[in-house]
């Protein structure tokens, strides 16, 4: 079984800008979580999509938002970008509610901006 | 905001020891989840533990729960190199939210 995607691996952007990041979870998961990982904060929960539902929402300005599709695919974007917003965004699947059950994480994307 | 809190920041073994991770959280939990990362790379599961059960084994993993003191703890027995990496717990927070919350994690080196 394939695991969980995500695309591109590797961002450069510059302040003001947006970003689109991709994430195609394994086959038959229902629910995609996006995750900011940074030094200094460590892992921090962005958002949880469940059957094309925002079912969960991190502390985070309204920036970041992001979408789930009818196959389960999810997309997260990152408006008016900051330097602050340069992290690793790693995509998380799980079969159902990722609080329940275990979760499959992607490789990430790493985004700098400058 | 953070749930649960690994200890210790780093812990650095031989190969063939065992190395303990804890984990403490501040609010009741459904469930607990241990994560290794190895680095820059993404997370890979390791074990869930729900409320009502007190230990798990998977392989050279045991992982405990102690919802009384709010703790959990994870040991790898006879440890390798490959086992260096980042390991993390995660919980769901009160409430019932649904949300996961990760902690700092817990460095883990294991030489040769």
């Known amino acids: 079984k394939a695991g969980v995607t995500q695309t591109p691996r590797y961002l450069i952007k510059t302040r003001g800008q947006q970003v689109t990041l991709s994430c195609s979870p394994i086959?038959?998961?229902?629910?995609v979580s996006w995750y900011q990982q940074t030094p200094g904060q460590g892992l921090q929960f962005l958002f949880e999509y469940f059957s094309e539902t925002q079912r969960n929402k991190g502390n985070f300005p309204g920036r970041f938002s992001g979408r789930q599709f009818s196959n389960s695919r999810s997309e997260m974007n990152v408006s008016t970008l900051e330097l602050g917003d340069s992290a690793l965004y790693l995509c998380?699947?799980?079969?159902?509610?990722?609080?329940?059950?275990?979760?499959?994480f992607g490789p990430g994307t790493r985004l700098t901006v400058t | 905001s953070q749930q649960g809190e690994e200890d210790p920041q780093a812990l650095s073994i031989q190969e063939g020891e065992n190395a303990t991770m804890n984990c403490s959280y501040k609010?009741?939990?459904?469930?607990l989840q241990w994560y290794r990362q190895n680095s820059g790379r993404g997370l890979v599961h390791l074990i869930l533990?729900?409320?009502?059960?007190r230990e798990k084994h998977s392989g050279r993993l045991r992982v405990t729960l102690d919802t009384s003191k709010k703790s959990s703890s994870l040991l790898i027995t006879a440890s390798r190199a490959a086992d260096t990496a980042s390991y993390f717990c995660?919980?769901?927070?009160?409430?019932?939210?649904?949300?996961?919350?990760f902690g700092k994690g817990t460095k883990l080196t294991v030489n040769p």
């Open positions: 998380a699947s799980s079969l159902l509610l990722a609080a329940s059950y275990e979760q499959y």
């Open positions: 533990i729900r409320s009502n059960e």
């Open positions: 995660a919980t769901d927070e009160e409430g019932g939210s649904e949300k996961l919350v």
């Open positions: 609010t009741s939990i459904n469930n």
């Open positions: 086959s038959g998961h229902r629910s």
